[in-house]
């Protein structure tokens, strides 16, 4: 199983909508997918599950069947995390691992086990796998070829051991200072994060515990919510787009010396999705991907043009995706 961390250190670019999204688009094209939701707001989880689902399942907090359920015998000192996780069925083919807000109560715990580790304390290493050893947990017994994971927008230690147990990290940006601002922050601190979790696998005094690779690699952005003029970005965000490819690889891949080229023709850059406001109303009443809207959810006339603009954009992104991953299309 692959798994694929979207991450961004500025928040609002639309980051779980394109998760939604993306593991709807993968599910249509036959790929079994888990979803992941380790951002403590539990978004993603909202946008699959109901209102009465969610309060169904977090009423019960001693059997809540949520991503926090599975790794609190961890974190709370009396053992190790749930052998098998609850899998929310969403469809045939997609299955969620629901958020759940405690999570950011761990941080502290999190934070410590970054240090422990280097004194050869197991434990330091079960929680630092945690949420990585409850994915491939999942991943099996869903029988998934990818997970995706949903992460919040900042450098802390919830997010260190989100995307420690993550192969790839696709970067989504808004066409604005701040979302290029965040590269800045982004690409140093990964690679950090990556060269010191590969010295502490070397370090790993239980032969029982396997651990991730927390290769992180880069795999390319995704220009989110864009408006446009006559089919092209508008002016406002142009001067954001075309400093977008120089950025990326100057910050995430570390190449010091890059010069500014096309973005059109950027092969880091994944997609460029417009901001689809008449649908994403529609799909949040209808509980279901925008590009899945019929005329019995509202989509009429334009719109129905809109949707299948949204699903071509959907399926060349995705497609990219399983290209830059290596999965079979």
């Known amino acids: 199983m692959k798994t694929i961390g979207f991450f961004n250190n500025k928040g609002g670019v639309g980051k779980t909508s394109l998760v939604y999204h993306v593991a709807w688009m993968l599910s249509l094209m036959n790929h079994r997918v888990i979803a992941v939701d380790l951002d403590p707001q539990a978004n993603l989880t909202s946008m699959f599950l109901s209102e009465e ?6 009423a019960n907090e001693e059997n809540a069947k949520t991503i926090y359920s599975a790794v609190y015998p961890l974190f709370s000192g009396e053992g190790d995390i749930t ?4 899998i ?5 083919n997609i299955g969620l691992l629901i958020g759940d ?3 950011s109560l761990e941080e502290d715990q999190l934070s410590a086990a970054w240090s422990d580790w280097q004194n050869k304390q197991v434990r330091a290493f079960r929680v630092m796998s945690a949420f990585a050893r409850t994915i491939a947990a999942a991943g099996t017994a869903h029988q998934a070829e990818v997970a995706l994971v949903d992460v919040g927008p900042n450098l802390g230690a919830l997010n260190r051991a989100a995307l420690l147990a993550c192969d790839y990290v696709l970067v989504p940006l808004g066409a604005d200072l701040f979302s290029l601002q965040g590269l800045r922050n982004m690409g140093p601190t990964l690679r950090g994060w990556r060269d010191t979790w590969s010295e502490a696998q ?3 005094p239980s032969k029982n515990l396997v651990l991730p690779e927390g290769k992180m690699q880069p795999i390319g952005y995704v220009v989110m919510r864009f408006s446009t003029s006559e089919s092209r970005p508008a002016r406002a965000y142009t001067k954001w787009i075309t400093r977008m490819p120089q950025q990326y690889r100057k910050f995430i891949l ?3 010396n890059a010069a500014e080229s096309d973005p059109e023709s950027d092969p ?3 997609a460029t999705l417009k901001d689809y406001r008449s649908l994403m109303p529609l799909s949040q009443e209808a509980r279901k991907p925008m590009f899945l809207l019929r005329p019995a959810d509202g989509a009429f006339g334009g719109h129905q043009h809109a949707v299948t603009g949204c699903y071509a954009d959907f ?3 995705t497609r990219k995706i399983l290209e830059k991953t290596g999965l079979p299309q």
């Open 315 to 317: 399926e060349r992104l």
């Open 202 to 204: 070397r370090k790993n």
């Open 83 to 86: 052998a098998r996780p609850h």
């Open 254 to 256: 570390d190449e010091q």
């Open 101 to 103: 807000l405690r999570l």
């Open 88 to 92: 929310e069925t969403i469809s045939d």
């Open 268 to 270: 880091n850059r994944l």
């Open 53 to 58: 689902r969610l309060e169904s399942v977090w």
